[in-house]
């Protein structure tokens, strides 16, 4: 069993950031590919961004590029989305989540998950 936390979520103007984080706990950390998913009201779950074990090989969504960073502290046992340039339609529930996955952007291939984390982002 893993479990994961997320924190760092919040209120922002567009423009600006913040940094999320999860901790994880159960099992090596670093063997797991970690991964960021977020759901807006009304909508599915979503990709945002993965970081392979070793944190040399990271996924983005397209929307995302340029503005968000994945990165671990394996050390740590955390893995954090730092959120930059941040839009109105960034707004949504982030999760973590962890797995031994092939495909870092498909939700499906993450065996756990943490509790979400909201971000609202104004204009």
């Known amino acids: 069993q893993v479990q994961l936390v997320e924190s760092g979520g919040g209120l922002a103007q567009a423009g600006g950031s913040l940094r999320l984080s999860c901790a994880a706990s159960g099992r090596t950390f670093s063997s797991d590919t970690m991964g960021w998913f977020r759901q807006a009201p009304g909508k599915e779950r979503r990709f945002v961004a993965a970081?392979?074990?070793?944190?040399?090989?990271?996924y983005y969504a397209d929307s995302v590029k340029g503005r968000f960073t994945i990165s671990r502290d394996n050390a740590k046992n955390t893995v954090y989305l730092q959120m930059n340039s941040l839009k109105p339609e960034d707004t949504a529930v982030y999760y973590c989540?962890?797995?031994?996955?092939?495909?870092?952007?498909?939700?499906?291939?993450?065996?756990?998950w943490g509790q979400g984390t909201q971000v609202t982002v104004s204009p």
């Open positions: 989540a962890a797995g031994r996955v092939g495909r870092p952007s498909s939700a499906w291939d993450y065996d756990y």
């Open positions: 970081i392979s074990r070793s944190g040399g090989s990271t």
